[in-house]
């Protein structure tokens, strides 16, 4: 049965030297590609020539088990999300999620899985109007949609979402944009313990000082770290606590018009998130939206959030042009079931850089590409 499967895989080869569109696959195709062809060509047993040679159709290959529901966080749930905000797996096995591109999509062609070290950036990644008009086509490059909820078509009608206009003025000196940090304790693999500069309120100082001095946009950095109670982590209530502490920021600070929550993902420890951009080794960038809904129960009325098209819109805007800008340094949008304290604002976003993984360095150097990114949406006039 393998021998007729790397005999299928060398005919997809085949198409993909000669830029076959594997969008035009029909859905079978595409699933049995998915579903049979892809998995042979991770197991240590396939020649790493044949794997080498799929790596332009393959895309953002995720691990997760099912004792991972790190969607169900909610500002309400007591679950510990140590787990709740990653891909790590446990003692299970974990189930392989491939995901098809079309090859002119170049770098989302590399995966977390088999990324050990950093790659150059190729070219910039663009698509056509009329490719992300199409939602099977929007959705297969562009997202990763949690099993537990759902999209529609007209939610994430490309149309609709990029024709939002999400600029903002930063001329009167006010602050405009909140930085903060639901679980603050996160680290590194190099952190230095207790050093709060090698933790995600480090990435956001950085980040922080990059919007002020390079681009003159007024920021309000809350450092406060929601996920240590009386000195021990805790993050059952870490999104209860951060939920508090922006809404006082938020009435202190009427200007602000824009929210973002730094986070990093937690992965297997040897998935390396890292692209190089001119030479310097930086932590890949993921963008995470909140449905307030899931598939078991529907729309969640306590979590419900009035902006939830303009945080869609927020995030594809960015991930697009982090994507013409970077490459595949950009992730796939990860949509997940719940809020997120997303409801704060239009422009509300939580941001995933990197993993455990990575060095603290390989994260501070991701915030300059973010904050190029925030000024090409918020600020800068085509």
Not at 93 to 115: F, K, N, Q
Not at 141 to 150: A, E, L, P, R, V
Not at 349 to 366: C, D, F, H, R, Y
Request: glycine share 6%; charged share 25%.
């Amino acid at each position: 049965m393998k021998i007729i499967l790397l005999c299928v895989a060398f005919a997809l080869c085949l198409g993909v030297l000669v830029r076959l569109d594997v969008t035009t696959l029909s859905g079978q195709a595409q699933t049995f590609f998915k579903e049979t062809v892809a998995p042979v060509l991770h197991v240590e047993t396939t020649d790493s020539k044949l794997r080498d040679l799929f790596v332009p159709i393959l895309a953002d290959l995720e691990t997760d088990t099912a004792g991972n529901q790190w969607d169900k966080v909610a500002v309400s749930t007591g679950m510990d999300t140590e787990t709740a905000f990653s891909c790590e797996t446990g003692s299970e096995e974990p189930e392989m999620t491939t995901e098809l591109v079309a090859v002119a999509s170049d770098g989302d062609a590399e995966t977390a899985e088999t990324m050990v070290q950093p790659l150059s950036i190729p070219a910039g990644i663009t698509y056509s109007r009329e490719q992300l008009n199409n939602y099977d086509f929007l959705v297969g490059n562009c997202y990763t949609i949690d099993s537990s909820t759902n999209v529609t078509a007209e939610e994430l009608a490309a149309d609709t979402l990029l024709s939002k206009d999400l600029h903002i003025n930063p001329s009167s000196g006010e602050y405009k944009v909140l930085i903060y940090h639901t679980h603050g304790s996160e680290t590194f693999a190099d952190s230095r313990p207790g050093v709060t500069e090698d933790t995600v309120i480090g990435l956001g100082d950085e980040l922080t000082r990059i919007l002020e001095e390079d681009y003159g946009i007024p920021v309000y950095h809350d450092r406060t770290v929601y996920d240590v109670v009386d000195g021990v982590e805790d993050r059952s209530l870490a999104y209860d606590y951060a939920s508090d502490g922006v809404d006082a920021i938020l009435q202190q600070y009427p200007s602000i018009e824009v929210v973002l929550d730094i986070h990093r993902d937690g992965v297997r420890e040897d998935v390396r998130l890292v692209r190089e951009i001119d030479g310097i080794p930086t932590a890949q960038i993921m963008f995470l939206n909140g449905m307030s809904r899931t598939n078991e129960n529907g729309e969640i009325d306590y979590l419900y959030n009035p902006y939830r098209e303009e945080n869609l819109a927020f995030s594809l805007q960015m991930h697009l042009t982090g994507k013409e800008l970077y490459g595949d340094l950009m992730r796939r949008i990860y949509v997940r079931g719940y809020c997120f304290n997303l409801n704060k604002m239009p422009r509300s976003s939580l941001i995933e850089v990197g993993a455990q993984t990575n060095t603290v360095a390989e994260a501070k150097n991701a915030m300059v590409p973010l904050g190029a990114i925030l000024y090409k949406v918020l600020i800068a006039q085509e």
